[in-house]
């Protein structure tokens, strides 16, 4: 696992707190495992899925009722991200603000992250 004691691996915000939690309950679910993967046009994006169970590899946040999974392989990408839940007029979802992306494509639903030296020698230093 990816980690600096003391420290969580990604913040949520009151609002994501409150709609996660409202997600967990709707049908027993023990969280939302998150995640990457390759894909768009940046080449990254992020994943989000219920979670029957946690893994024990996983990165577990609380947080008001509220559990986040960080799935192994993506530890070292969300470290240092705020997860947020936004409400405007044309939609609504779950928005991520996360120090270690390098470039996001134009609609924001593909990421390019900073190279793993690069995240290394930064986590590193905190």
């Known amino acids: 696992m990816f980690s600096i ?3 969580q691996a990604v913040t949520i915000t009151d609002r994501a707190a409150a709609q996660i939690a409202k997600l967990m309950s709707s049908d027993g679910h023990k969280g939302l495992r998150i995640g990457v993967k390759k894909g768009g046009c940046a ?3 992020y994943t989000m899925d219920y979670a029957a169970e946690v893994d024990p590899h996983d ?39 996360n120090p270690n992306v390098e470039d996001a494509c134009g609609c924001g639903e593909s990421i390019k992250f900073k190279d793993v030296e690069t995240l290394t020698a930064e986590h590193d230093k905190a």
């Not at 070292?76 to 405007?88: A, H, K, Q, R, W």
């Open 5 to 7: 004691p003391g420290k």
């Open 43 to 45: 080449g990254m994006e």
């Open 59 to 97: 990165e577990v946040v609380e947080q008001d009722g509220a559990r986040v999974m960080i799935a192994p392989m993506a530890q070292m990408f969300l470290f240092g991200t705020e997860i947020d839940y936004e409400v405007s007029l044309l939609e609504s979802g779950f928005k991520f603000k």
